[in-house]
């Protein structure tokens, strides 16, 4: 299909079958503890629209290379990325699962860094394998499964001058603590952790969906708090992030992924 005709359908499928399966009721119960002033009328409606971003997401994936190389994604804030990308040393962004959230590191690609990240692999192998091979032109640096050695590599990287980029948004269990949305939220501290290490800001990356498969990317600089308390430092800056994500998810409830285990 063409990737219209891909995301359309896909969509349209995925806002009509979620529904009924029992993800959807923890999508509703997310969104009566985020959005206590909305009614349940509204709430439904941001939840089969988050199917619906979903499956066109999904269906966008086969076509990542030609949305990548034609004008889908408009750039916004790009005298942001430019500084940031201009910057001597290492480098740490962040980006959630926003809009097409595969297609985050697409701007830092652009503006000539060779972008690592993580990936989770999945369970099939062979489905493992397509999945990174849609995904690797974008990092052009390198996509590592997550795994034990990971803290100890990116932190090599990026005090050596890498780049690497993070979807931050999820549930970690390994992290600490934050308020999203009012409730105690589970959340990595890695970010902040290199960003610290290297004395640099985290570039913040935020996608938005528009109609007919476009997509705008927009960013701001997140500054690292620096002083004795180096731990206080990591948390305070992995709040800021939370919070950055927060206030991108109220700008557009219905492309988040809120079927997903994020609290505690």
Known sequence: MKVETASRVSGSLWRHVAPMTHRHGRALGHLRDAFPEKTEAEREAIARAMWENLGRTFAESFHLKAIAASDRV???????????????????ACAGHLGNWELAILGIMQAGAQPWSIYRPMNNPLVDAEVLRMRSFLYTGGLEPKGPSIPRQFLKIVRDGGTIGFLSDQRENNGIVVSLFGKPAPSTTFPAMLARSIGAPILMVRMRRLP???FVQSFELLEIPETDDRKADIEAATLAIQQTFERYVRDAPDQWMWAHRRWS
């Open 212 to 214: 007919d498969v476009r």
């Open 74 to 92: 408009r750039m916004e804030n790009v005298e942001l990325l430019q500084r940031w990308a201009a910057r001597p040393g290492g480098k740490v």
